[in-house]
């Protein structure tokens, strides 16, 4: 499914993605003005209400095959988008490349009726993580909205650790590197997530990287693994099953979709906050009235009861925020993992 994504992570960034997230101000969630900043000279003051578009049906291409989190995500938005539209709203899956493959699509779209539904990865340090990736995130993609947030789940077994949070990250670092940690892939939130935790506490284990997070769990279970940062609504399902234990969680407060696991901070990890985030982007060509339009659409609809309440259902808090502070957003997780990929040496190649 996706890379997915941090305030500094801890306070510039983050939440990695982050597969993500995931930031101070970067992670700020804000419902300011519409990216009217990125408009081309001579480009149409017009109002949203008096730009006719679309004048045809909207693509929402999405870089995961169908059942994907991302591909729930689209087809939550369709109905809706449609109906504020006047017109037809198709999801197109395009997997591969943990999603670039689709934004590679969005950012090469001319047509002025596709937009993307991307994880952080995608909007952030896929260049970075792999030189070949076709676009560019900063240069060819404009970021819309981002629809929905969580935050990951440190998660390990009560073979492993029956302590606290605090006595779990004490256990960790005085495993002293014998302990592994499974991620969906190289580059994914699950890992680059678990790097920076370990640059913040000491934590020595080792990556083991899998096909996704099914393997991830199962990794756990069988004992190949000792800890992983996973989707709440993944460990969730394994914690309720015994199966699993929820250490905390990745924000700087308690979630509202785990409400009984405790962050991270309460366990004395200052200011780590890590999210995976799903966004609605756009080719850097779209004129400025038709963004401004969708904008306005997206909002609406993200923050739509119904809407809400299929995010939620799902894992995810609808955010809706604004093009604006997404790309701060993007700008300050950039610059983090940048920093995790660089001092570890991660590449795609």
Known sequence: M?????????????????????????????SGANRTDLAPPGTSSARPADVKWPTRPVRLVVGFGGGSSPDFVARALAAPMAKALGQPVIVENHPGASGNIAADIVARSTDRHTIGILINGNMTIAKILNPATPYDPQKDLLPLSIICTAPLVLATTSEVSKADARGFLDAARAAAGRWSYGSPGIGTIGHLGMELLKTRTGIGAEHVPYQGNPQVISGLIGGQLQLALLPPGLADEQVKAGKLRAIGVTSLRRSALVPDYPSLQEAGLKDFELEIWTAAAAPASLPAPIVERLNQVLAEVIRSPEVRQKLFQHGYEAVGISGEALTRRVKADTATLTQIIASQGIRLE
Request: glycine content about 10%.
């Open 2 to 30: 996706s890379f997915v994504f941090f305030r500094s992570f801890a306070a510039r960034l983050l939440c990695v993605l982050g597969a993500f997230a995931c930031t101070g101000g970067a992670f700020a969630q804000s």
